[in-house]
């Protein structure tokens, strides 16, 4: 593939920025939540225009399960050189009503409002670095993946990237850069789950001798579990919620337990996973049963030789535009947990730099959009340049 001109690409994508800025003014102020399917579609009507524009193969895919999710799309052009994928979501965590409380503004060079980095901002960069390539010139092969449930764990859009990754060569997630400007090339791998502890109810003063108590079992578990923080290198065990009980004078007969148990590395965590539900299904209380639920899970996002190219990749990138970029982990998972799971080259925190996602305080630094947009449509560009003969996350 041709060299191509970064510089003429920074000048499409500036020359594209007024309207990147449109748009993102126009989705952030749209409630566009997990649980708020008509507002992420409306989302994807917009993705699926801006494909259709680009020349992309358009496929919308509806949830058929519970609760109601909005609709993933799979945009696709076929092009010359590897397969680049792009992952971006469409969902926000906010509820109704959050876009009219709090709406887009900018103050200075930063933009604030619900999903302003998380991830509307990346979402956007994603479709401006195309457009760019293109006005400059530049034919790939891309899929770009518009998902509508990242924000629980893309229940429903985690086997669609994992069909599309294995057609892919290399995976570009759209997250924003850290705060800092840091890439991520690694993330912990999450498991959560769901502890249900049943019990007997009696009357607390009357034959307490009677019941079992449930609550009184998950407070040993919770003990125990919180006690496997500092057994394996860098594995965190939270017990986030508690519920059980109905009234004090009645010994509960039920209560459950929601458990984030996070690990950097595969290996560490086959071991932290058995013993916590070793824990979990367990039982010190007589009478009381336990069964562990898996509710979510991704696998770790290990640093590899591969995503090592694409860091080196990308400093080479920056560097030609006149800056630097660092990569970094965190612990945090994203949809590149899925990629780099099943072999594909993966780097995320490709969008422009923001921080505070999740909170009111959101933002997104403006001043970051063209640097790196510019960045990402270059690594799309250069992308073979990293992979050697086809070269996967575990070589």
């Known amino acids: 593939m041709p060299a191509v001109d970064l510089f003429a690409v920074r000048s499409a994508a500036t020359e594209r920025l007024d309207a990147y800025l449109d748009d993102l003014r126009w989705m952030v102020d749209l409630d566009c939540g997990t649980y708020t399917p008509s507002g992420v579609n409306r989302i994807a009507d917009r993705c699926s225009e801006r494909f259709s524009a680009m020349g992309f193969e358009v496929e919308r895919r509806a949830y058929d399960g519970e609760p109601e999710l909005g609709?993933?799309?799979?945009g696709r052009r076929d092009g010359p050189g590897p397969r680049v994928l792009l992952i971006g979501h469409m969902d926000t965590v906010f509820d109704e009503g959050t876009a009219a409380r709090r709406p887009y503004r900018v103050e200075d060079e930063r933009a604030f409002g619900p999903g302003v980095s998380d991830m509307k901002g990346g979402l956007l960069a994603g479709f401006?670095?195309?457009?760019?390539?293109?006005?400059?010139?530049?034919?790939?092969?891309?899929?770009?993946?518009?998902?509508?449930?990242?924000?629980?764990?893309s229940v429903f859009s985690k086997e669609i990237i994992r069909e599309v990754a294995s057609e892919s060569d290399v995976c570009f997630v759209l997250e924003c850069a850290r705060a800092n400007g840091n890439l991520v090339s690694a993330r912990k791998g999450i498991t959560e789950l769901r502890v249900d502890i049943d019990g007997r109810a009696a009357h607390a003063g009357v034959e307490p001798e009677k019941g079992s108590n449930a609550i009184l079992e998950a407070s040993h578990k919770v003990l125990a579990l919180q006690a496997l923080n500092g057994q394996w290198d860098g594995v965190t065990v939270n017990v986030g919620v508690i519920a059980g009980g109905t009234r004090p004078n009645v010994v509960p007969d039920r209560c459950t337990l929601q458990v984030d148990m996070r690990s950097p590395r595969e290996h560490l965590f086959a071991g932290a996973e058995a013993e916590a539900r070793r824990i979990a299904e367990t039982n010190t209380v007589p009478g009381v049963t336990s069964t562990a639920h898996l509710l979510a899970e991704h696998r770790p996002m290990e640093r590899t030789p591969a995503s090592e190219r694409l860091v080196t990749l990308a400093r080479s990138v920056a560097?030609?535009?006149?800056?630097?970029?660092?990569?970094?982990?965190?612990?945090?998972?994203?949809d590149a947990n899925t990629t780099s799971a099943i072999g594909v080259p993966t780097l995320d925190g490709l969008g422009p730099i923001g921080g505070d996602a999740h909170g009111e305080a959101e933002w997104l630094d403006l001043s970051s959009v063209i640097p790196r947009t510019t960045l990402l449509a270059g690594l799309i560009a250069r992308a073979g340049e990293a992979l050697g003969d086809g070269a996967r996350a575990g070589d």
Request: glycine fraction near 16%.
């Open 319 to 334: 560097g030609d535009l006149g800056f630097d970029v660092a990569d970094q982990a965190t612990g945090g998972a994203s």
């Open 128 to 153: 401006l670095a195309l457009e760019a390539l293109g006005a400059a010139g530049v034919e790939v092969a891309a899929t770009f993946v518009c998902n509508p449930d990242e924000e629980i764990g």
């Open 71 to 74: 609709d993933c799309l799979v």
